[in-house]
C-alpha cells in the first residue's frame, strides 16, 4: 500500500505538522511507498521533511519530473533529491512531459546510484498508446495509471501489456479523487464482501484495485491519519475473486 501526496501535503506552516502525522501513521501501518511531484506544490518539501522525522530508509520515495524545459528539470530533480536524503527509490516522467530527454537524464541519475527504478505515468486514456510505446522501449521499470472500480481502461491494454514485459504497476486515483467516496453504497450492498475483511466503502475500493495481481501499489491520498489506517488495513488479504471484483465495479458505476 502507498499514499498518494496530492493536495493532502500541500501546505504550509502550522498545518505541516497534522500532514507529518499522516506519513508518521502510514510508516507505521506498514504503507511504505510515498508518490509525489513538483507539480504538487509544497508535497514533496513537506514528505521530505516527515520522512526525515519518522524514517527516510523504510520508505520508498515515488516522485517525478514535470518539465519540458531541460534547466527546470534539471533543478527539479536537484530540489527533490534534496528533501530526500539525495535519492530516490523511483523516478518517474509525470504524464510523459519530453519523455525522452528525461528519460536520458533518469539514467544518468540510475548510472550515479542516486535512483533505483525509472517510471512514466499519465492519467489520461488518449496518453495509453504513447505510454504503451515507452513501456516497449525497455527504458522504465513502472506505469502509473489510474485505476478503479469505475475507471477499468487500464485494464485492457495497458496492464495486458505491464505483465507481458514484467514491468511494476502503480494505480492512482484509486478512490476517483474522491469522487467515488462521496456517495457510498449502502451497508446492506458491502455485506456480501464482509468476509474479506473490509469495514468500509474506501476498503472495498481500494481492495477492488489490489485484487487485480497485476497491480504492484495503489497509492490513495489521505490529509487524515486515522484514514491512512483505514486504507492499510484494504492491503491485507484476503483478496476479491472475479465475481467480487464484477459486484464491486457495478456498485462503484452506479456512483
Ligand atoms: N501522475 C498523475 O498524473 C497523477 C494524477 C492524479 C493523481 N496521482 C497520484 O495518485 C494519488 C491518488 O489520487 P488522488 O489524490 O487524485 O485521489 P484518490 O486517492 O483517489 O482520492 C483522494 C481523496 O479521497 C479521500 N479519502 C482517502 N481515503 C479515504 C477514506 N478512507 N475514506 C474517505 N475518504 C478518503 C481523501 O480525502 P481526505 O484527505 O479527507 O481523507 C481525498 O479527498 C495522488 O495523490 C497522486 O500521488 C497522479
Known amino acids: 500500500m502507498g499514499l498518494g501526496t496530492y493536495q493532502v501535503l500541500d501546505v504550509r ?4 505538522e497534522a500532514r507529518h502525522e499522516v506519513v508518521r501513521t502510514a510508516l507505521e501501518v506498514g504503507i511504505t511507498l510515498f508518490d509525489s511531484s513538483p507539480m504538487y506544490g509544497e508535497a514533496e518539501r513537506v514528505l521530505g521533511d516527515a520522512l526525515r522525522k519518522y524514517g527516510r530508509d523504510r520508505a520508498t520515495v515515488a516522485t517525478k ?3 519540458s524545459d531541460d534547466r527546470a528539470a534539471q533543478l527539479q530533480i536537484e530540489t527533490a533529491l534534496n528533501f530526500f536524503g539525495g535519492r530516490v527509490e523511483l523516478y518517474q516522467v509525470h504524464n510523459l512531459i519530453a519523455v525522452e530527454k528525461r528519460l536520458g537524464m533518469l539514467e544518468e541519475l540510475q548510472n550515479e546510484d542516486k535512483v533505483r527504478s525509472i517510471g512514466a505515468t499519465h ?6 498508446p504513447s505510454l504503451m510505446n515507452v513501456m516497449l522501449s525497455g527504458r522504465v521499470d513502472f506505469v502509473q495509471v489510474p485505476y478503479n472500480a469505475a475507471d477499468v481502461a487500464v485494464a485492457e491494454e495497458v496492464l495486458p501489456l505491464a505483465e507481458e514485459l514484467g514491468l511494476g504497476v502503480i494505480a492512482m486515483i484509486p478512490l476517483g479523487s474522491g469522487r467515488l467516496i462521496r456517495n457510498a453504497p449502502a451497508d446492506k450492498d458491502l455485506e456480501p464482501l464482509k468476509e474479506f475483511g473490509i469495514e468500509t466503502w474506501a476498503q472495498v475500493l481500494l481492495k477492488f484495485v489490489l485484487s487485480d495481481e497485476r497491480v504492484s501499489c495503489v497509492i490513495p491520498a489521505t490529509s487524515s491519519p486515522g484514514r491512512a489506517r483505514e486504507n492499510a488495513r484494504a492491503g491485507e488479504p484476503p483478496f476479491f475473486g472475479e465475481e467480487e471484483q464484477e459486484y464491486v465495479k457495478r456498485l462503484a458505476q452506479r456512483r
Open 13 to 16: 506552516g502550522r498545518e505541516e
Open 65 to 67: 519530473v514535470w518539465t
Open 123 to 128: 492519467y489520461s486514456h488518449s496518453a495509453f
